[in-house]
T-cell receptor, first 118, second 111 residues
Framework: DTAVSQTPKYLVTQMGNDKSIKCEQNLGHDTMYWYKQDSKKFLKIMFS???????INETVPNRFSPKSPDKAHLNLHINSLELGDSAVYFC?????????????????FGAGSRLTVL | SQQGEEDPQALSIQEGENATMNCSYK?????LQWYRQNSGRGLVHLILIRSNEREKHSGRLRVTLDTSKKSSSLLITASRAADTASYFC???????????FGTGTLLAVQP
């Protein structure tokens, strides 16, 4: 059983289109994330939800809108796709970040969704 | 901007040799983690070291942390071809304990 599953694995689309990527985790984790990995392998956090509540929202264009219908699902919808949106998008989950100074926060990642905008 | 910078960007060694990767970061942290990414796959957590720890071991992995220098190193001993992957450090800090990833080191282990 895949712990964090994303669909689709590959997505090729034209500029200006709207697309969605879905993510589901069966680990019972409270927190889910979207990360973007560009062509140079830089990984940048985009969003994080804890129990369906948005807790991290980095400087991401408004064209990106996350939605968490329940704590096991976090979807990413992208409007008006641009060439620069081409990347691999990773979903991840973790237990609620640990409290205190050492705040353990270990992520389990999905396999990624490669988005290519033409 | 990226929190961590990793060095070297790429490393090629022979099977059986040791591989050392370094990570430097900029702000105070709660803990530091290392992840591995095989080509075309997601990241997998390897090891976590807390800010009050200086060294940690897990199998063939040894991680050190020097908070005064804001740096960490990952040592893989007796490397195998299957260790070929990208390795990322990630720092955890701030109110939300979010993970900020470094730039990664691409390790190639030649059989």
């Amino acid at each position: 059983d895949t712990a964090v599953s994303q669909t689709p694995k590959y997505l090729v689309t034209q500029m200006g289109n709207d697309k969605s990527i879905k993510c589901e985790q069966n680990l019972g984790h409270d927190t889910m994330y979207w990360y973007k990995q560009d062509s140079k392998k830089f990984l940048k956090i985009m969003f994080s939800y804890n129990n369906k509540e948005l807790i991290i929202n980095e400087t991401v264009p408004n064209r990106f809108s996350p939605k968490s219908p329940d704590k096991a699902h976090l979807n990413l919808h992208i409007n008006s796709l641009e060439l620069g949106d081409s990347a691999v998008y990773f979903c991840a989950s973790s237990p609620t970040p640990g409290q205190g100074v050492f705040g353990a926060n270990v992520l389990t990642f999905g396999a990624g969704s490669r988005l290519t905008v033409l | 901007s990226q929190q961590g910078e990793e060095d070297p960007q790429a490393l090629s060694i022979q099977e059986g040799e040791n591989a050392t990767m370094n990570c430097s970061y900029k702000t105070s942290i709660n803990n530091l983690q290392w992840y591995r990414q095989n080509s075309g796959r997601g990241l997998v957590h390897l090891i976590l070291i807390r800010s009050n720890e200086r060294e940690k071991h897990s199998g063939r992995l040894r991680v050190t942390l020097d908070t005064s220098k804001k740096s960490s190193s990952l040592l893989i001993t007796a490397s195998r071809a299957a260790d070929t992957a990208s390795y990322f450090c990630a720092t955890v800090g701030g109110a939300t304990n979010k993970l900020i990833f470094g730039t990664g080191t691409l390790l190639a282990v030649q059989p």
